[in-house]
């Protein structure tokens, strides 16, 4: 199994990169060349494998686990020899909701050679947005965006390539289709209590919407785009997706009376049995927001999550924007935290190839949490850590996975008081092993800081083997400083806990 914290350099230049969207309704991939910088899509893949159709109060079926694995160990074959950080995975609703996720991730990593996240529903809306915005240019014009998938329905108002509002909700077209349509009969009483229910989900969001107005609506993925063939093929609008054009949809589903008898020129067969939940979804949002027109983007989750790779070493990563906006937000004092980071960075530089943490990730992750360690004292200075690890854990913070999410707040809990302290979320063993290296270094760079001297860098000599440590200063640097020495014997014995060894002098 891969671990989650597996990268290479920074400035690797990969010739080739791929995006794996693990939706509630499909699986899809996505490879890409990048040439001078500008990317190419060389081949799309896809199949409806249905996660969500599998839920059952929460809980994923061994059918359609056993689905996705089988659509992963195809799409492995594609991708098996590229390097690591050169495709990422993701997973969204159906993944997000299910409460066996963790078996399903475990055995589609013993299958794929890279790391599987699962991301929240704003970080998916804004995923789809850098797809839309890299591949449709609407200049100054604000734009709505709207992608109705399998489990959840994401909104977006952005300008240019920058996501303004972002909102994901819980309604898709197959948890609709369950919910309305699951014998497949299709008429009006059922049609308009999907309506119904996906306007009440639409209306805490509505007015926010209203407010920020835009110019332009645009839609993607699976249910929008076949609204727009359809009505393409069928010559229904000569300006995309209209209420006009909707109506003749929805009359077309409710002749058919049936999943099984729609006949609709430009619907995929494999489509039609959760159309018209996904129409209905799609009739509320436009009720709601009273659009006149939609056009449709082929770029969406898919796509962003390769510009978001490609974001990731060319100095454009969102993750360090989130950073900074925490240390601002916050009020964090930046001279400490950055001692504090350039101190820990130094530390793992002696001690990565002896604990084998030798991954980009790995060093990114230490740097940040060393930056926000003090988040949680805008709250209350008691108990600061486990207010900084809850401002970590449960905030949207853009670029992050729910495991490097999650990964943060652990470190940021652990960085004093009990080592053993823990997040209810589950890791994989080799990722909770890296993890408490991490946090045993981050602890140590913060004591060796504790006087909150402005440049003071301490100089020191760091050893690891296993389970034990062993730091050494410059002569009488500890000894001038009595409470940095008594710190480090209080950090020996938390330690001691959970079976490590430090020694100092």
Not at 114 to 134: D, F, K, M, Q, T
Not at 196 to 202: F, G, I, P
Not at 419 to 427: C, E, K, N
Request: charged content about 25%; aromatic content about 8%.
């Amino acid at each position: 199994m891969q671990s989650l914290f597996q990268q290479q350099s920074h400035n690797l230049p990969f010739e080739k990169i791929a995006a794996i969207d693990l939706g509630s309704n499909s699986f899809h991939m996505v490879t890409a060349q990048i040439h001078h910088g500008q990317l190419r899509i060389t081949n799309e893949y896809g199949e409806k494998v249905q996660l969500a159709a599998g839920l059952n109060e929460g809980v994923l079926s061994e059918e359609a686990e056993q689905r996705g694995l089988d659509c992963l160990a195809r799409f492995a074959q594609i991708i098996e020899d590229m390097p690591p950080g050169s495709v990422r995975i993701v997973g969204t609703n159906a993944l997000r909701v299910a409460s066996n996720r963790y078996s399903f991730i475990g055995k589609a990593m013993d299958i794929i050679s890279h790391p599987v996240e699962i991301i929240a529903g704003r970080e998916e809306a804004r995923l789809i947005y850098v797809g839309v915005s890299n591949t449709m240019d609407h200049g100054e014009q604000k734009r709505l965006v709207v992608d109705i998938g399998g489990g959840s329905t994401e909104l977006i108002i952005g300008q240019q390539l920058k996501p303004i509002l972002t909102d994901s909700l819980h309604m898709g077209c197959v948890s609709f289709r369950q919910r309305f349509f699951a014998n497949g009969n299709i008429n009006k009483s059922n049609f308009q209590k999907a309506v119904t229910a996906a306007r009440l989900e639409l209306l805490g969001i509505q007015d926010d919407y209203l407010e920020k107005d835009w110019d332009v609506a645009i839609g993607s993925s699976g249910t929008i785009k076949a609204a727009y063939n359809i009505i393409k093929e069928n010559a229904w609008s000569k300006k995309g997706i209209t209420p006009k054009a909707l109506k003749m949809i929805q009359k077309s589903l409710l002749e058919a009376g049936h999943s099984d008898k729609i006949d609709l020129i430009g619907l995929k067969p494999e489509r039609k049995s959760t159309f018209a939940a996904g129409i209905a979804i799609l009739t509320a949002i436009f009720e709601c927001f009273d659009i006149k027109q939609m056009n449709f983007s082929n770029g969406a989750l898919r796509e962003g999550v390769l510009y978001d790779i490609m974001g990731r070493y060319n100095e454009s990563d969102i993750r360090e924007s989130t950073i900074q906006y925490l240390l601002n937000q916050y009020h964090i004092d930046t001279q400490q935290s950055k001692l504090v980071a350039h101190t820990a960075l130094s530390a793992l530089a002696q001690v990565k190839d002896d604990w084998q943490l030798n991954s980009v990730a790995v060093e990114d992750l230490l740097r940040w949490s060393a930056l926000v360690h003090e988040v949680g004292l805008g709250i209350s200075h008691s108990k600061y850590h486990k207010h900084g690890a809850y401002i970590l854990s449960e905030s949207d913070l853009p670029g992050f996975s729910q495991q490097e999410q999650q990964a943060l707040a652990m470190l940021v809990l652990r960085h004093r008081r009990k080592f053993s302290q823990s997040l209810v979320y589950r890791f994989t063993k080799s990722d909770q092993v890296e993890l408490d290296k991490l946090a045993i270094l981050l602890r140590l760079t913060i004591v060796m800081h504790h006087d909150r001297k402005k440049g003071d860098m301490p100089i020191f000599t760091l050893q690891a083997e296993g389970k034990t440590l062993k730091i050494e200063f410059l002569p009488e640097w500890l000894d001038s400083r009595p409470l940095t020495k008594a710190t480090l014997q209080q950090e020996a014995d938390y330690l001691a806990v959970e079976g490590y060894t430090l020694s100092f002098s």
